[in-house]
């Protein structure tokens, strides 16, 4: 006998063998025992989710030769042949290959047929939203009215391009995506059955590269037995899904705590270098970091990691504060964005790398400078030198009162600005005529901190002065920094208008008449009102922008030849009546 593979073998035969689809079992459980079956379900959901096989254990739990049963014998001849394909009243159709009218007409002609073995007919109609537009209009009549010994199962992996008139008349059952632990359990079982043994780590990595797909996950594992024997490993699940360790995750989160730009560059050149997806590998970094977040949350519930990895993750995450975790999120997600439109993606991860530690080294900085500069408390040399007057006090038991806080605020402030009041020291500032030298000092700080107002004011005023040549040499800046808005769209209406023209402050940018639709994204006020405010941080605070259309080269030549025809018939004229143009 001829090789079966594995998702073959191992399929579902009956309601209590399907993985992952409770809901779905109880209503059509509930169905038939309390005879509540419709003419017609719909079944939607991911490929390898379990619809055809819900299709035939439905088929075969109606025709049992036992009895209308959830729980099918799967030994009799009507079971026998709808598990082998040979029953003559289960018909299944692949609507990809069979999509047109002709197709649905033959259903429509064969449907009144009474059942040759069992009590129902059923039609499983697999990838139904493949069919054409008239081979569904063929199929409604049928599905309004439909023999009682007919029923129809129709699969989908895309219910929305299936038409409404079709969903109506529907009982419509979503198969959901399989949960990783689910899948992770099956395999093990298979692999038992199979005389096969498999490691946590391999059975996770399988049904994670699965994405939800209990048949994906089954003829993955197939693969990795012939190649490995009977012995799965996550290495060579790794060698053949082309993935990389789970321990690479691991390793970039352990360097990027100790912002090491130079290891986190190498460790992705050395994963790229081996033929790895790097759109790939940023979404597992955010999934990773993600899965970090959770057991910062406290729950570790939702992670699908082995019980060492998540170990591991907790050790990890401890060197993580919460704001750090969400700023790497951030940035990855808008790399893996960015990723879609740039040509270059390996630069932008390392540019997201690098934009990653240089957030932690000014992180770093603002907390350095958070700290207290100078302690003015009695035991500092500063104060002691400042105040003898209090320190005799405080031997002589005599109470000395708390310095008031715009003291300790004028001390500091002092400290911070030695060249502008050098003349005046704390010897000075005595506890007896503090007030009077505070006084005295107030008219040199307000002077200068009117000169910092006033430099400040003058470094905000710093624009490029606006002109055209100006306008299109920083148009790369302009689009960048509106694509930095996050309007990826908006900078990518502007890539097909230019710079035209500048009267009075107003900038005109001009798309060619074939870009009218871009020209009315651009012009909605949300947008127009974003591109100005990029323009007068760039211009001033005067700068407008407006959009025009552009006549095409072919109507621009047009006019320039007939203001040339124009101007010969003028010059014509002039010399004709020896005159002169006013």
């Not at 079956?37 to 989710?49: K, Q, V, W």
């Not at 009982?171 to 490691?199: C, M, V, W």
């Not at 693969?223 to 060579?236: E, K, L, P, R």
């Not at 710079?499 to 009218?516: D, G, R, T």
Request: proline content about 4%; charged content about 25%; glycine content about 4%.
């Amino acid at each position: 006998m001829s090789y079966i593979t594995l998702y073959r073998k191992y399929r579902s035969q009956s309601f209590k063998d399907l993985v992952g689809q409770e809901s779905i079992i109880k209503t059509l459980s509930n169905a038939i025992e309390n005879d509540r079956l419709t003419h017609a379900y719909i079944f939607s959901g991911p490929r390898g989710t379990g619809k055809t096989s819900t299709a035939r254990i439905l088929a075969k739990s109606l025709n049992c030769r036992t009895g209308k049963s959830v729980n099918p014998c799967n030994v009799c001849n009507v079971c026998k042949g709808i598990t082998d394909g040979s029953s003559m009243d289960v018909i299944e159709i692949d609507a990809a290959s069979n999509r047109g009218i002709d197709e649905m007409r033959q259903v429509r002609e064969k449907v009144n047929f009474a059942p040759v073995e069992g009590k129902y007919k059923v039609y499983i109609i697999d990838e139904v939203h493949m069919l054409t537009e008239p081979a569904f209009n063929a199929l409604l009549k049928t599905l309004e009215e439909p023999p009682t010994h007919t029923i129809f199962i129709l699969a989908t992996t895309d219910p929305q391009k299936v038409p409404v008139t079709i969903l109506s008349r529907c009982q419509r059952l979503d198969f959901g995506r399989i949960p990783i632990s689910q899948i992770s359990e099956h395999l093990k079982y298979i692999a038992a059955k199979e005389n096969a043994t498999i490691e946590e780590k391999a059975a996770l990595m399988i049904a994670k590269n699965s994405e939800g797909g209990l048949r994906d996950a089954i003829s993955l594992m197939d693969q990795v037995i012939a190649f490995s024997g009977n012995t799965i490993t996550s290495d060579s699940v790794i060698t053949i899904i082309g993935n990389y360790s789970s321990d690479f995750l691991f390793d970039i989160a352990e360097i990027m705590a100790k912002n090491g730009i130079n290891e986190l560059l190498s460790q992705l050149d050395e994963v790229i270098n081996q033929g790895k997806n790097i759109t790939q590998i940023v979404r597992d970094l955010i999934d990773f970091y993600r899965s970090m977040m959770f057991v910062k949350l406290g729950n570790t519930k939702t992670i699908e990691m082995s019980e060492d990895q998540i170990t591991r993750l907790k050790n990890i995450t401890a060197n993580y504060p919460v704001k750090r975790i969400k700023e790497i999120i951030m940035v990855l997600s808008k790399a893996e964005l960015d990723m879609k439109w740039h040509p270059n993606s390996r630069l932008l991860v390392e540019i997201a790398f690098i934009d990653l530690t240089m957030l932690a080294e000014n992180t770093e900085v603002e907390k350095e400078a958070a700290l207290p500069k100078h302690d003015y408390g009695s035991n500092s040399p500063a104060t002691k030198a400042a105040n003898p007057a209090r320190q005799g006090s405080a031997q002589s038991g005599t109470p000395v009162s708390e310095p008031k806080k715009e003291e300790k605020a004028f001390t500091s402030h002092i400290s911070s600005e030695p060249s502008t009041i050098n003349t005046l020291t704390f010897n000075q500032v005595s506890s007896k005529d503090s007030s009077k030298n505070i006084s005295a000092i107030e008219p040199v700080i307000e002077k200068k901190m009117e000169e910092i107002k006033a430099s400040i004011k003058q470094i905000d005023n710093l624009h490029v002065e606006l002109s055209l040549p100006a306008v299109k040499h920083h148009w790369t800046d302009i689009i960048n920094k509106i694509k930095g808005k996050n309007k990826i769209k908006l900078s990518v209406y502007l890539l097909e208008c230019e710079p035209f023209k500048i009267e009075n402050q107003k900038v005109f940018l001009a798309f060619k008449e074939k870009y009218s639709f871009h020209k009315d994204q651009v012009s909605q006020k949300e947008n127009a009102d974003l591109i100005e405010e990029v323009f007068k941080s760039i211009f001033g605070n005067n700068t407008t922008v407006e959009f025009v259309t552009r006549p095409s080269d072919a109507q621009q030549n047009r006019l320039g030849d007939q203001a040339k025809e124009n101007n010969e018939d003028t010059n014509n004229l002039v010399s004709l009546f020896d005159g002169q143009l006013l």
